[in-house]
């Protein structure tokens, strides 16, 4: 048992407890911080066990974070929830409670009651009137705290307290914004007269928050182009913004409806997480038809700039935010895409600022997009409407530039040799040939011939480990010339009727050529297009 | 049922089975394709109908699903018919193969 010295003046401890926050601890990790000041604690009270118990994020339990003297504590991972035991007591009435019986009618965790403690003192860890966690102490001996004890060790609390918001609150910005960063895609993917250019601000005030952008393309060739915005701020925001993005990502596959990739989307939110709200845009842009078809969820509406050099809002029924819990059904509207515009999507942290009424931001917005490169839309739009001020909220922003390039111009498509690409190459050779003119039959023709290069490439230039297919198309004259590449070595047809792809290619061109090089092979493919 | 892609909907009576496919079907489909039509098919059926007037693209990794399809039957004395509009894609890919030189391919479903 410890021998106690007669108690420290006040005064005294008090020196003592200033060195709790001082300078020497700002560089520790919060476990390092706690077990520090706890090694500190034990020290002026002269006890024998100290423990920190955190709230845990989203749950209502306490975790055993930092021990010294009952180290198992945390090694064994112990979570108590509030309103039950003793720090559960703690937590739930937000006041210091002194125990002078340690047995399991007091105390939960079987690890305290097998250390032999015999009087505890325990007090809540707050932060602006909220329960951040619990920090208690025990002795082996039983042991009467009194009042100037229970004052000492709430104000040791207080300045941990203190401590622990600053670093939990670092912790968590930096988690958000790592998870933010990891999750807003790296590179946009390249499609053919289509371009691209993003920007992503965190807001000023409270760091990164739910917003996030995507595009991808879908399996039927159509380009998905995302906007959304999770209601809220910080951590929190961040992880359901990156389950909406996967949630939607996964019914885009099997739907390319916006409408209803967004209703179930809302389905699924609502179902797992009955508390998140967000808005979101979605466009799928079949480049086809030459049209676009959106759906929006209490999302502002995408600002257009035209060839003609007028600029407007997107005009389109807008339906509720998602987890909004309405029954209305959402609609989609087919709107036709004009060569040469430029589409820009922004979440409100780009145009709401306080003091400004919001259609004077959205008149700036209009003035700011103009039909040029993506990138430097992205530049005057960030120029105008954020210049050198931090914003207060984040702001994602995606611009989108349909290009007017003429007619017949050469396409070079590269794809990753996988079957998956083989529509995406029909789409891109279709508009190609659609937009230099080409007859049905030829258009028919061509499409089936590249379609079997680029497929031969596929399933047999490359091991497992894949590879890349080059597509080269370019008008001659009247003739389409396309060149199939893949970097691999053909390897032998294997099982029955595989002969057939050649006789398709040989039938459905004017000149059918493959010419194997010692690091690849090409082939050559020549239809006109007029016949 | 649907894939990635295409769609086969069938519509069967004790006798006779009508596979209608909508879509395109090359090599990343080809294999869902091939067991959906031969799950279609069971062994008290006498003829089989596939449709490909919605189809808007067919390779010859595709025709080697029907090509296997056919002889499949043929042994099984089950009859087999094609149904691909004149100068459509599914048609023109018929042509080049000779598939309807041992399969009757006609014009509509009459």
């Not at chain 1, 920190?52 to 180290?71: H, M, Q, R």
């Not at chain 1, 993005?245 to 179902?271: C, F, G, N, W």
């Amino acid at each position: 048992m410890t021998e106690y010295p007669p108690p420290l003046p006040a005064v005294d401890r008090l020196r003592d407890i200033h060195a709790v926050t001082d300078a020497a601890l700002a560089h520790l990790d919060i476990e390092d911080l706690l077990g520090e000041l706890l090694e500190r604690v034990r020290e002026i009270l002269h006890v024998d066990t100290a423990a920190v118990l955190l709230l845990e994020t989203n749950s209502d339990f306490l975790v055993a974070t930092a021990a010294k003297g009952v180290e198992d504590e945390v090694v064994q991972g112990v979570r108590i929830p509030v309103g039950r035991g003793f720090a559960g007591r703690i937590a739930a009435e937000k006041r210091a409670v002194v125990l002078d019986q340690v047995d399991h009618t007091t105390v939960l965790n079987p690890i305290l009651r097998d250390r032999g403690i015999k009087s505890m003192l325990g007090v809540p860890l707050l932060s602006a009137g909220k329960v951040l966690g619990v920090l208690h102490v025990g002795t082996l001996s039983p042991r009467e705290f009194t009042n100037e004890d229970i004052e000492l060790l709430q104000l040791v609390a207080d300045r941990i307290a203190l401590a622990t918001q600053a670093r939990l609150s670092e912790t968590e910005r930096s988690a958000a914004l790592a998870l933010q960063h990891s999750l807003l895609p790296g590179r946009l993917p390249v499609v053919p007269g289509i371009e691209f250019a993003a920007r992503y601000v965190p807001g000023e005030a409270e760091g990164v928050g739910g917003d996030w952008y995507d595009v991808f393309t879908l399996g039927s060739g159509s380009l998905c182009v995302v906007m959304g915005d999770v209601v809220g701020r910080g951590l929190r925001a961040a992880v359901v913004m990156g389950r909406l993005r996967s949630t939607l990502r996964a019914y885009a596959i099997t739907t390319d409806d916006p409408a209803e990739i967004l209703a179930m989307v809302d389905k699924k939110l609502q179902h797992f997480e009955p508390s998140e709200m967000a808005t979101a845009l979605l466009m799928v842009l079949d480049v086809n038809r030459d049209v676009f078809r959106i759906s929006a969820a209490g999302h502002p509406a995408p600002v257009v700039a035209y060839p003609d050099g007028s600029t407007s809002l997107l005009e389109f029924d807008v339906d509720p935010p998602l987890g909004a819990r309405t029954p209305r059904r959402r609609r989609t509207t087919e709107i036709p895409m004009q060569r040469g515009s430029v589409v820009c999507l922004y979440t409100d942290g780009l145009i709401e600022r306080r003091g400004v009424p919001l259609d004077d931001r959205l008149e700036m917005l209009c003035v700011a997009v103009r039909v040029e490169p993506a990138e430097d839309v992205c530049a005057s739009v960030m120029k105008a409407l954020v210049g050198a001020e931090p914003p207060v909220d984040d702001i994602a922003l995606l611009c989108v530039r349909i290009s007017n390039d003429g007619p017949g111009l050469p396409l070079v498509l590269d794809f990753a040799a996988e079957p998956s690409s083989l529509a995406r190459i029909r789409t891109a050779l279709r508009h190609w040939l659609r937009d230099v003119g080409a007859t049905e039959a030829a258009t028919i023709d061509l499409v089936m011939a590249v379609g079997e290069a680029t497929a031969n490439a596929i399933e047999h230039a490359y091991g497992p480990a894949g590879g890349t297919v080059t597509v080269d198309i370019r008008l001659e004259g009247a003739d389409a010339v396309v060149r199939v590449t893949d970097a691999g070595q053909w390897r032998d047809a294997r099982g029955h009727g595989r002969g057939r792809g050649t006789h398709i290619m040989n039938t459905t061109t004017d000149d059918f050529r493959v010419e194997r090089r010692n690091d690849g092979t090409d082939v050559f493919l020549r239809r006109r297009i007029d016949r | 049922m649907t894939a990635l892609g295409v769609t086969l909907t069938t519509r069967s009576d004790d006798a006779s089975v009508l596979v209608v496919v909508e879509g395109e079907i090359d090599l990343s489909n080809a294999r869902f394709v091939e067991d959906q039509l031969l799950a279609a098919i069971t062994n008290r059926t006498l003829t089989v109908t596939v449709d490909l007037t919605a189809v808007s693209y067919i390779d010859s990794i595709g025709m080697r699903v029907l090509f296997a399809l056919s002889s499949r039957l043929e042994v099984a004395q089950i009859g087999f018919k094609i149904i691909a509009s004149i100068g459509s894609p599914a048609r023109r890919v018929i042509e080049i193969s000779g598939f309807d030189v041992i399969v009757e391919v006609v014009e509509s479903d009459s």
